[in-house]
């Protein structure tokens, strides 16, 4: 059974910085490309990083691009959300999930479809 378990959330001032935590098991983690969503309040949930399984292409939403990293650790099957400079819009719920890299992935990574397994969800709380 697939399992992705986020941690790391919580309660920071604006300017603050956070590490978010997604830890998998159940599948041979390095072979999935990783990325991390966030839904808002009154919100649908929207793309906010991907890398792939070999930790060396990234992609980011252009709303956190500078501010947000992305890495991962395949000996520890996780994969990390650097978050620095904190808004009050960066307030969510943020989700991992993760895919095998098709030929399509790449052509879709910024929507759930590609996507094969979720995480709960940790929230993140931006005090301003």
């Known amino acids: 059974q697939v399992q992705l378990v986020e941690s790391g959330g919580g309660l920071v001032q604006a300017g603050g910085s956070l590490r978010l935590s997604c830890t998998a098991s159940g599948h041979t983690f390095s072979r999935y490309a990783t990325g991390w969503f966030r839904r808002a309040p009154g919100k649908e949930r929207e793309f906010v990083a991907v890398v792939t399984w070999n930790g060396l292409i990234k992609y980011y939403a252009d709303a956190i691009k500078g501010r947000f990293t992305i890495s991962r650790d395949n000996a520890r099957d996780t994969v990390y959300l650097q978050m620095n400079s904190l808004k009050s819009e960066d307030t969510a719920v943020y989700y991992c999930?993760?895919?095998?890299?098709?030929?399509?992935?790449?052509?879709?990574?910024?929507?759930?479809?590609?996507?094969?397994?979720w995480g709960q969800g940790t929230q993140v709380t931006v005090s301003s």
């Open positions: 999930a993760d895919g095998r890299e098709t030929p399509d992935f790449y052509a879709y990574y910024r929507q759930e479809d590609p996507y094969e397994s």
